[in-house]
């Protein structure tokens, strides 16, 4: 490790501790040469394999860009956004893998957005799974449905207008 400060090419290590939930390591640093001290965090790099057989790293911001797409005009916050990012990143974390296939990161995101907003739902799983016709969506609707029966929610009633005396 460089020093940032002299560039000085060997540090050492004065401190190390978990942080972020063990998924990173915080450790505090000492330059011999120039003997300032400063703070390094380690995380594992999550790496996504993509169709093309390319391979990059992991973004929450590209995760929640796509949900934001999928989301427009809908009444979801950018607090929302963010922890359907943070859920998604763990739950792929959660699997103890270097590498990740693009397609498994669209599932995770699924389940979620499926719970954040059902039209955002919609929306996105009718690009990810490449729906063609109208029966793809009304399969898609029918499992919402079915879904929703089986754990006794109701879709949101509209209000009734009020008698005017």
């Not at 540090?11 to 942080?19: E, G, L, M």
């Not at 450790?27 to 390319?54: D, I, N």
């Not at 979620?112 to 799983?125: G, N, S």
């Not at 029918?142 to 929610?153: F, H, N, P, T």
């Amino acid at each position: 490790m460089h020093c940032p400060f002299c560039r000085h090419p060997d540090t050492r290590v004065i401190d190390s501790r978990s942080a972020e939930d063990g998924s990173a390591i915080r450790r505090r640093r000492s330059c011999p040469q120039c003997e300032r001290r400063f703070t390094t965090q380690e995380t594992v790099l999550l790496m996504v394999a993509k169709r093309s057989g390319v391979t990059e790293p992991f973004s929450r911001t590209k995760i929640v860009a796509g949900v934001r797409r999928a989301c427009q005009g809908r009444p979801v916050t950018e607090d929302s956004l963010a922890q359907l990012g943070q859920q998604v990143e763990e739950e792929i974390r959660s699997r103890g893998v270097a590498e990740v296939p693009a397609h498994e990161i669209g599932l995770a995101i699924l389940g979620p957005l499926r719970e954040l907003d059902e039209v955002a739902y919609l929306h996105f799983a009718s690009v990810y799974r490449g729906f063609e016709s109208l029966a793809d969506f009304e399969t898609e609707i029918a499992v919402l449905r079915e879904g929703r029966e089986r754990s006794g929610a109701t879709p949101a009633q509209p209000a009734e207008a009020e008698d005017e005396d």
